[in-house]
């Protein structure tokens, strides 16, 4: 068999190398400084429970800041005694740390499908900044986002 009659699968190989080169090109890590990730160095402070200011945050005075120290060691006692705390202790977290009672928002702590959730989210506004208290198994990390514009930090309420 010659070039000329294997033609149709010959071109068969070219379209399936091509495109195997294409999938696998995405598969590739980025090379040092994760240009494509830029606000990396900034999450990685969360998982180690320290406050992290997101760009624009970064100021490490302010109502804010202190509401979101005194966040940090309100959760942190609470995950030392409830590594997974439901949805009325993370308000009182909250609360314990100097929020009102009427302003803290809270995620969920069961599924649509009645399941425990992994982890749990409050936060309340402070000015125009919004104070994030997160905890998944025992673990606390603090940050501050700006603001929705409608006023709450968690879209739709979850007061």
Same mark, same amino acid.
Do not use: Y
């Given at each position: 068999?010659?070039?000329?009659?294997?033609?149709?699968?010959?071109?068969?190989?070219?379209?399936?190398?091509?495109?195997?080169? $294409?999938? &696998?090109?995405?598969?590739?890590?980025?090379?040092?400084?994760?240009? &494509?990730?830029?606000?990396? =160095?900034?999450?990685?402070?969360? %998982? /180690?429970?320290?406050?992290?200011?997101?760009?624009?945050?970064?100021? %490490?005075?302010?109502?804010?800041?202190?509401?979101?120290?005194? $966040?940090?060691?309100? &959760?942190?006692? &609470?995950?030392?005694?409830?590594?997974?705390?439901?949805?009325?202790? $993370?308000?009182?977290?909250?609360?314990?740390?100097?929020?009102?009672?009427? /302003?803290?928002?809270? /995620?969920?702590?069961?599924?649509?499908?009645?399941?425990?959730? =992994?982890?749990?989210?409050?936060?309340?506004?402070?000015?125009?900044?919004?104070?994030?208290?997160?905890?998944? =198994?025992?673990? #606390? /990390? #603090?940050?501050?986002?700006? #603001?929705?514009?409608?006023?709450?930090?968690? #879209?739709?309420?979850?007061?």
């Amino acid at each position: 068999m010659n070039w000329r009659t294997a033609g149709p699968a010959r071109g068969q190989v070219v379209v399936l190398c091509v495109g195997m080169a $294409v999938v &696998l090109g995405g598969c590739v890590a980025p090379a040092v400084g994760d240009e &494509l990730n830029p606000g990396k =160095d900034a999450q990685a402070g969360q %998982s /180690s429970g320290e406050v992290v200011p997101q760009p624009g945050q970064e100021e %490490s005075s302010g109502p804010a800041a202190a509401f979101a120290s005194e $966040v940090k060691e309100s &959760l942190t006692a &609470l995950a030392v005694e409830v590594p997974k705390p439901g949805r009325e202790a $993370v308000r009182g977290a909250f609360i314990t740390a100097g929020a009102e009672e009427g /302003s803290v928002q809270v /995620s969920l702590d069961t599924t649509p499908t009645g399941l425990e959730v =992994d982890a749990i989210t409050g936060a309340v506004a402070v000015e125009s900044v919004c104070v994030f208290g997160h905890v998944r =198994d025992g673990e #606390v /990390s #603090v940050t501050r986002l700006p #603001v929705l514009a409608g006023g709450n930090c968690f #879209v739709g309420d979850q007061r």
